[in-house]
């Protein structure tokens, strides 16, 4: 039986195998300027040259320059000032911003095998990791100079802390939650609708299933985040303008808009993108939430993962659809993905075998999954993987 220490190799060759295999496609990566990159880049380097009071201007800019309505938005102050220290460090350019991306990717298969390895043990976590580094969408926007490998990072740990918060009470586990989400809300403002997902499972927790849990410990681990989010607004002289930023965001945008034309869509539009990107890991991941309601199973892990899994799809159904808006849905996906295979393998082989099975099981899917990386990502170049590009390089629709 494998040591701990030999778990702990093969996790760090799984994550430096990923990051390779991701590093060595940067010669291939077309940034674009005046895009999403570019916007972060600009704004990462006027933070560094005029320290924190530059948030101010920026805002100023934001609100008085129609322009600068569609680029985004300056709320994401968490991004912008650790992409402010990354490139003060490393140098002005799209590379180096992208590395950031890498090096949140890194960490985030990091985080994903402690936690996972803490309630699934050490052959489901790695397998886990394997999923999760050779996911086509984590790989594409670890070599991107955009935010959604940062979000995701921050945004699954708030996820898992939060978890275990519930399973295990501390104060450091209660202060290490707050602070890993108020970082994720100022890194993308949208991290703002996690409180809804946390709160109602919290609620289910205790009305449905019995469990007692402090409400006041809960009403200071929800809303303490959304306290000092608003301070650090203040503290960066970003308020003046907060009400105008809001209506601006609120608002319609214009009809030829980049993003009415490719972020809009049906509700189920998230699902038809993840279809494109990974057509085996959505479709075991449908059958092991039936299965698991079907057969009453008492996972509460599981069950955690898919209240946030449906929640969050419902509450970001609401607003422009980009997959890469919504890449905290890979997690969960991929954890059912998983468990689906790992009960598979247990009917076929039910008494002994049965991890060897998933672990052939899962390097299929990873082959699959590096084979649409590649075609999408690299001989397609797609930047941003909306519904239209995926079905243009899929060649389900036709377009020159």
């Known amino acids: 039986m494998a040591t701990q220490s030999t778990y702990r190799l093969i996790l760090a060759l799984i994550i430096l195998l990923a990051v390779t295999l991701v590093l060595v496609t940067f010669g291939q990566v077309r940034f674009f300027p005046g895009a999403d990159e570019g916007c972060y880049l600009r704004y990462a380097a006027y ?50 911003l992208a590395f950031l991306s890498l090096f949140s990717y890194a960490l985030f298969l990091g985080f994903s095998y402690y936690f996972a390895r803490k309630y699934l043990g050490e052959q489901l ?62 890194i993308k403002e949208t991290s703002v609708l996690l409180v809804i997902v946390f709160l109602l499972y919290f609620l289910a927790e205790r ?29 960066l002289g970003c308020f003046p303008y907060m009400s105008d930023t809001l209506k601006i965001l609120f608002g ?31 479709i ?14 008492e996972d509460a892990l599981a069950l955690y993962f898919i209240f946030v899994f449906l929640l969050t799809f419902i509450l970001f159904s609401v607003f422009m659809k980009n997959v890469r808006y919504v890449i905290i849905l890979d997690t969960p996906l991929r954890l059912f993905s998983l468990l689906m295979l790992n009960s598979l393998a247990r009917r076929v082989c039910p008494r002994q075998g049965h991890m060897k099975l998933t672990f052939v099981l899962v390097m299929v899917l990873v082959l699959f999954d590096c084979f649409n990386f590649y075609n999408l990502f690299i001989a397609k170049g797609i930047y941003d993987p909306t519904s239209f590009f995926l079905l243009k390089a899929k060649q389900i629709i036709p377009f020159n």
């Open 125 to 186: 976590a790695l397998l886990l990791v394997i999923l999760l580094a050779f996911s086509p969408l984590q790989m594409a926007m670890a070599r991107r100079a955009l935010m959604e490998s940062t979000l995701n990072l921050f945004s699954i740990l708030s996820i898992w802390l939060f978890w275990d918060y519930l399973k295990n009470r501390g104060r450091l586990k209660f202060i290490l939650f707050v602070a890993v989400y108020i970082g994720s809300i100022l």
């Open 47 to 96: 933070i560094a040259e005029k320290g924190l009071s530059g948030f101010s201007a920026i805002f100023q800019g934001f609100v008085q320059d129609e322009a600068h309505w569609f680029n985004p938005n300056p709320l994401r102050v968490g991004f912008i000032m650790l992409s402010a220290a990354w490139l003060k460090i490393a140098g002005y350019s799209f590379i180096n």
């Open 284 to 297: 075991l991941a449908i059958g092991f939430i039936f299965s698991f309601f079907l057969q009453r199973e």
């Open 207 to 235: 009305f449905i299933y019995g469990k007692k849990t402090g409400l006041k410990a809960i009403t200071a681990l929800l809303f303490l985040p959304l306290i000092f989010t608003g301070l650090a607004y203040l503290a």
């Open 252 to 282: 319609h945008p214009q009809p030829a808009s980049y993003a009415t034309l490719f972020c809009s869509g049906p509700w189920y539009r998230y699902l038809i993108d993840y279809m494109l990107l990974s057509p085996w890991v959505v």
